[in-house]
């Protein structure tokens, strides 16, 4: 980006105060995706950091209580920390418990997906690329191939 560019952006707030429970002072709340776009339930998404002078995208996302995120995967890769709460997480072929200050690393092309555990919601910041590609859905064969590990076929079954 050249100085022109960079001189037309808007300015940031240089400080956004916490209001408590994981929300900030002029950040707004979102829908995680599109209704009907893919399949999840009962998650928000916060851009907390998404200059475009940035090469990266801090987001924040919020499941509540036996929600979940989409079950997908794409090129770009995660870094991902568990901010609030407990849940299970799918990377791969991993199912993992996962809990405040955890540290997830998700690689390109590998299917993951977020589940809060039933009685409290999973809150976790997510870094990404900010130019970055669509995530893809499981094809019926891929499902039924990630569903051939019994552990797998449990946690997509949110057990």
Known sequence: MDDTTAA?????ATFRRSTGACRWEGVDEHAYKEEGSAPF?????????GDPRLSCELRYFEVAPGGYSTLERHEHVHGVMILRGAGTCLVGDEVRAV??????????????QFRAAPDAPLGFLCMVDIARDR????TEAELAALRRDPAIAA?????
């Open 8 to 12: 037309r952006l808007p300015a940031l």
């Open 41 to 49: 339930r009962a998650i928000t998404r916060r851009v907390l950091f």
């Open 155 to 159: 946690f997509l079954d949110g057990g």
């Open 99 to 112: 809990a405040e200050h955890d540290l997830v690393s998700i690689p390109p092309m590998a299917w993951h």
């Open 135 to 138: 995530p893809r859905l499981p």
